[in-house]
């Protein structure tokens, strides 16, 4: 009997290799087929070894089929035919004179998918990876697929000495759990970055255009320092926009080579350049197709002039410029295309920008997608061009960012444009994605100003979706403690007036610092409401009118501030100091204010670009028994350095509060401007300084022991500022000026919540009458009640030093005629009444963190005045109050 076979199987091993190592697994290939005579029949096919499969199934799958003439290639493609199915892990097929036997073991079933050593990525990562899946046919290609496409997660995030490994663990009913071993290894970083060719810029300089950065330890928050071949090659691209705007318009970058170190931790890149020569501008001109646009007005505002260094941002500005000036005509789909003609001879870049002639374009459609919660008309009402509206390219963007100011949706929202039915029709789609707008917040913080603190409060911004705010807060602190609740209607009836109203409780005790320690001295309660309404005047311009009414109570402890004067208990000036008896007192305050706000900034939480300036004045008098005028003027501005992500902003403001009543002669220390009226600086408006540390003050200093010299008794004037009573009065006028830039850090340290910034702030609060001062103030004598022998002493008696034969110091009532030195207990000063600019700079950080908002700032005082109380960091976690 003659019998041919032909076998092919894989390796009879269970535990898988890893990708790169067994290449001889990428391809299924059979040993060659025992040879076997040509023209035998085939006269039966059947098939052996299956479990999960019939027979036909398996049949199906090959060519054979009987009748046919045997042969060692139909064997061959029969034995291809079946492994391509993944289905089995061995085959063999046998002749015997006619009758073939398809002998098969199948593959196994995956029960689960285990991973394991991964901690950078976590399985939810890296799970929608692996394309093997419980159920499946196990197959050995698939695996090295999942294999490949784990390790290439690892490399997008830099970690390109990752390994794995799969295994099987063999199961019975021919099922295998897979588990991937993975070995994440070190971040792979840049260890050097060398560029040759390059003649006229230094290494440094290159490197400092480029994304990616050399590893260096302080570049601890730096995403730049990993390597990733996307941001290599768009590194190439902003060495090219780099040397291009610098006139060299024949730049190209030869090679970029990244080699791995041997230790497969770092990669060293190296980039061939060829600079090529500088040009300059030649000839630029305008051609305008469009006939509102004259090509010789255009070409006369063009930025660039013949014989400049050619500047390729210049002539993107160029054409980005003319384009949105055509769309603020309505020619929204304007063509600009710039013509370069180079004079290599020359060395000068001759460029002709093409405007071609397009319809003019008007709004057919405005839609918007994505809004669930929040009303059609909350956005629509925010555009700025309606239906059937001409475009203009600057209403579109004006539009997106008031959208974006609402604070309801996404922050990289815009404004999208798209063809209409026609050439001159356009439609203008918001895609927008809601974020919860509703806030229900219990915190509790600590902070350098007040210790601890607690609130509570709930918030909706997007009431019911029709873009209403209702608020209600509690606070609570050592210092203060405030209740309010309020509403504000953005559009009442559908119209551009805003309404809104506050009703407030606020408890708030005034201190002042002794021995380090903060010591209440008045407390102050107000009671009140606040009603608000505003109109846009035009696009920028906003006007606010208010009316607020409210009552005001200032005590004092009388444990600690009163005595009896004669007339019952009285605040006692020698204990309170005078302008502190001055300030109790209760009152009402009924004022009339309004606002002229002008602002172009893009965004009101926290813009980028733009400015703002705002006038505000309030009126008290209309009724109750505190009468005058407020008024406060601010402005600031704030610009995007180029796309850096640098943020720099200017800002200055200043106020004066005049007086509409006499309370009393300035010659007795009288302001006319009650204390809790006047301004006040310090924490955190100027940083450098503590709270209320800048401006008039009244300082309380206290007489230690006295000295005695050949019978001579001096009193000695303690003036450690640790022993001083410090008590700020405030000021009518006061002015303040910051500049602050903002740095931008790695996506890290966004994704952390970081935004660190430098910062130099100036300002002073002055204008105040000089109070009465208790100048010298003497220790008095107690008083001692009469004996049988003998009289009564009278209290409150000056004391005068007397100086013993033996030297001892004692004091008695007796002044000797005024020849004994008076025993002196404290006098008062007066400090910090001046116009001149306190000025510091520092830095801080803003850090989002899981416990609400935490800012750190570090500033040193460079200008101060006598009294100035300084303060080098402060810090707030929680809530600010």
């Known amino acids: 009997m003659k019998r041919h076979s032909l076998t092919l199987s894989l390796l009879a091993s ?155 663990v063999q199961l019975d009913q021919n099922r295998v759990d897979v588990v991937f071993e993975i070995t994440e290894g070190p971040k792979s970083k840049v260890r050097q970055i060398n560029v040759i060719g390059n003649n006229e810029f230094s290494d440094n300089k290159l490197r400092g255009e480029m994304l990616t950065k050399q590893s260096r330890f302080f570049r601890f928050f730096s995403s730049g320092t990993s390597y990733d071949p996307d941001r290599l090659a768009f590194d190439q691209q902003k060495l090219r926009q780099f040397y291009l705007t610098q006139g060299y318009a024949d730049f190209r970058v030869v090679s970029a080579v990244a080699e791995l170190t041997p230790d497969k931790e770092d990669f060293i890149i190296t980039y061939v350049v060829e600079e090529g020569k500088r040009y300059k501008f030649g ?107 001409a475009f203009n390219s600057f209403q579109v963007r004006r539009s997106s960012d008031r959208i974006k100011s609402l604070g309801y949706f996404q922050e990289d929202l815009e404004v999208e444009q798209a063809q209409g039915s026609g050439p001159d029709r356009i439609v203008l789609t918001t895609n927008v994605e809601e974020r919860p707008n509703g ?68 408890d708030v005790n005034s201190f002042n610092f002794l021995n380090n320690q903060r010591n209440t001295t008045y407390q102050q309660t107000n009671t009140g409401f606040q009603l608000r309404t505003g109109v846009p005047v035009n696009e920028f311009l906003y006007f606010q009118a208010r009316y607020g009414l409210s009552f005001e109570d200032v005590t004092l402890d009388e444990g600690l501030f009163f005595s009896d004067q004669g007339n019952g208990l009285e605040c006692d000036p020698l204990l309170a100091g005078r302008f502190l008896c001055d300030a109790i007192g209760k009152r009402t305050t009924s004022s009339i204010g309004y606002t002229l706000l002008y602002d172009t900034r893009d965004s009101r939480v926290r813009p980028t670009r733009g400015h703002s300036v705002s006038l505000t004045q309030d009126f008290a008098g209309l009724g109750g028994n505190v009468r005058y005028i407020r008024s406060i003027l601010n402005a600031d501005k704030y610009w995007r350095l180029t796309n850096s992500g640098f943020i720099f902003s200017l800002s200055a403001e200043g106020g004066y509060i005049h007086p509409l009543q006499n309370r009393g002669s300035e010659a007795d220390g009288i302001d006319d401007v009650r204390l809790t009226d006047r301004f006040f600086l310090g924490e955190p408006q100027i940083r450098g300084f503590d709270i209320r540390g800048v401006g008039p003050r009244v300082q309380r200093l206290f007489y230690g022991t006295p000295t005695v010299t050949n019978g001579v008794v001096t009193n000695i004037l303690n003036e450690n500022r640790d022993q001083i009573q410090d008590d700020a009065i405030g000021g009518r006028a006061y002015y303040l ?4 830039l903002e740095i931008p850090l790695g996506s890290g340290a966004k994704e952390l919540g970081l935004r660190p910034s430098i910062f130099v702030d100036a300002g002073a609060v002055f204008n105040v009458a000089s109070p009465r001062l208790n100048v010298n103030v003497p220790q008095l004598s107690v008083a001692i009640p009469a004996t049988n022998t003998t009289p009564a002493v009278v209290g409150g008696l000056p004391l005068y030093y007397v100086v013993g034969t033996d030297g001892a110091l004692s004091t008695s009532t007796d002044s000797l005629n005024g020849t004994r030195t008076p025993a002196l207990r404290f006098t008062e000063r007066f400090l910090g009444d001046s116009v001149k600019p306190r000025l510091s700079v520092g830095f801080g950080v803003n850090w989002r963190s899981p416990f609400g908002p935490f800012r750190i700032d570090i500033a040193r005082a460079l200008l101060k005045e006598p009294g100035d109380d300084t303060k080098l960091i402060t810090f707030n976690v929680g809530t600010q109050f």
């Open 439 to 506: 806030e229900l917040s219990l915190s509790a913080g600590f902070s350098s100003i007040e210790n601890f603190i607690f609130q509570g409060s709930i918030r909706q911004n997007n009431f019911r979706g029709k873009g209403q705010q209702v608020r209600a807060s509690v606070s609570y602190s050592r210092f203060s403690k405030s209740a309010e609740i309020g509403f504000t209607e953005p559009y009442l009836f559908d119209r551009s007036i805003a309404l809104s109203g506050d009703i407030f409780r606020r």
């Open 283 to 389: 000839d630029v001109k305008v051609d305008s197709q469009i006939r509102d646009f004259k090509s010789e007005t255009l070409q006369a505002r063009l930025q660039m002039e013949k014989g400049d260094w050619y500047n390729a941002k210049q002539v993107e500005d160029t054409v980005e410029g003319l384009s949105e000036t055509a769309g603020l005509f309505g020619y929204a789909f304007a063509d600009v295309n710039p013509r370069f003609e180079p004079d290599r001879e020359s060395l000068t870049m001759n460029i002709t920008f093409e405007v071609a002639e397009t319809p003019r374009v008007f709004v057919e459609r405005i839609d918007i997608n994505g809004n669930t919660l929040t009303q059609d008309k909350v956005i629509r009402r925010e555009f700025r061009l309606n239906e059937g509206d």
């Open 737 to 740: 000026t910051r500049a602050e």
């Open 14 to 168: 269970t535990a898988l290799m890893g990708v790169c190592a067994s290449p001889a697994l990428a391809q299924d290939a059979a040993p060659p087929a025992s040879a076997a005579p040509q023209g035998d029949v085939i006269q039966s096919i059947s098939v052996v070894g299956t479990q999960r499969l019939e027979g036909d199934t398996v049949r199906s799958y090959v060519r054979l089929r009987p009748g046919q003439q045997w042969s060692q290639a139909s064997a061959d493609q029969a034995l291809k035919d079946l492994y391509e199915t993944d289905l089995f892990a061995d085959v063999s097929i046998r002749n015997d004179n006619g009758a073939v036997t398809i002998q098969v073991r199948e593959n196994p079933v995956v029960n689960r998918i285990v991973l394991e050593g991964n901690k950078r990525i976590k399985n939810d990562k890296i799970g929608p990876e692996i394309k093997l899946a419980p159920r499946q046919i196990f197959s050995r290609a698939k695996v090295r697929a999942d294999v490949a496409r784990i390790v290439e997660l690892y490399k997008r995030q830099g970690r390109f000495a990752a390994s794995v490994e799969p295994k099987l």
